[in-house]
């Protein structure tokens, strides 16, 4: 039989017993996925899937990446999609797919005609299967990359301290991507509260090298290009001494072994300002 014969015997097939081989599929389906969802939903699904599917072979069409299967593709996609985000893993996402071939093959390898159908059906099933794939793990990728924004955001808090007072807790490592997050906030919280001094404390940064050294001098010029005087606290013994030892200089910028101490000298300062301001007044 040619690929033509093998299509019209898949498409007579399929179309006799939909029924019985879409009632076996979402039992197989619903059995790997442990009944996390409806067996409703599970048919509502596969049927549309069933469906688009058998359309496209009634075109005369077994590319899985020809234009007919455009709605097929269309199909898993957004059932790739909603399996990622419902915390399935791959293997039960694919097996959405793989588990027709199970239930088919019964029907379809009786003689070599059925048995050489089946495998062109088999090896359509394995192109959308990799597809499937495919655009799970773009899901995937994305909840993970959204995830990481937002532990950055979540990671890099700007708090108000006093009036006109701000600081910045940070905690871990500190890279070029951070560094950004940081000073967007930093910027943006001396904007929205009109402080005047920001106080970035490194207490819990573990180690200070030449780059995160960079990145905090960064963040404080981009500070006081603000008007905002800028403070570097949780200088402790060993980070002292790394500094020096790198040779790190931090210029003019004021520094204090602790949050407190920062804290003290901005409200110091604080208080001289609005004293400068109201001499001005008289």
């Given amino acids: 039989m040619n690929t033509e014969s093998n299509i019209r015997l898949l498409v007579d097939t399929l179309t006799e017993q939909r029924e019985k081989f879409?009632?076996?599929?979402?039992?197989?389906?619903?059995?790997?996925?442990r009944g996390r969802l409806s067996t409703a939903e599970l048919g509502r699904?596969?049927?549309?899937?069933?469906?688009?599917?058998?359309?496209?072979?009634?075109?005369?069409?077994?590319?899985?990446?020809?234009?007919?299967?455009?709605?097929?593709r269309s199909l898993l996609i957004e059932l790739s999609r909603n399996r990622?985000?419902?915390?399935f893993t791959p293997t039960e996402t694919v097996r959405s797919v793989f588990?027709?071939?199970?239930?088919?093959?019964?029907?379809?390898?009786?003689?070599?005609?059925?048995?050489?159908?089946?495998?062109?059906?088999?090896r359509l099933l394995d192109g959308l299967g990799l597809l499937t794939s495919e655009?799970?793990?773009?899901?995937?990728?994305e909840i993970i990359s959204s995830q990481a924004e937002q532990l950055l955001e979540l990671s890099t808090p700007v708090v108000k301290l006093w009036d006109g007072v701000v600081g910045v807790p940070l905690v871990g490592t500190l890279d070029s991507a951070r560094t950004q997050v940081v000073?967007?906030?930093?910027?943006?919280?001396?904007?929205?509260?009109?402080s005047t001094h920001a106080i970035i404390d490194i207490t819990g940064v573990p180690t200070v090298d030449t780059q995160v050294a960079q990145h905090l001098l960064k963040t404080v010029v981009a500070a006081r290009m603000m008007g905002a005087q800028c403070t570097i606290s949780?200088?402790?013994?060993?980070?002292?001494?790394?500094?020096?030892a790198l040779g790190i200089e931090f210029g003019d910028i004021p520094t204090n072994a602790s949050l407190s101490d920062a804290l003290r000298q901005a409200l110091?300062?604080?208080?001289l300002d609005a004293e400068d301001d109201v001499r001005g007044l008289l």
């Fill in 84 to 87: 990622a985000r419902q915390g």
């Fill in 183 to 194: 000073m967007e906030k930093l910027l943006q919280t001396l904007v929205d509260t009109d």
């Fill in 45 to 72: 699904e596969l049927g549309e899937l069933y469906d688009a599917v058998l359309e496209a072979m009634t075109a005369g069409s077994l590319d899985s990446r020809g234009e007919h299967f455009a709605e097929t």
């Fill in 234 to 244: 949780g200088i402790r013994p060993q980070i002292a001494q790394t500094i020096v």
């Fill in 99 to 122: 588990a027709l071939k199970e239930v088919l093959e019964p029907s379809l390898t009786g003689d070599a005609d059925s048995a050489r159908a089946y495998l062109q059906f088999a």
């Fill in 22 to 33: 879409l009632t076996q599929w979402t039992r197989t389906v619903g059995e790997d996925l």
């Fill in 268 to 271: 110091k300062e604080v208080a």
């Fill in 135 to 141: 655009a799970y793990l773009r899901t995937r990728e």
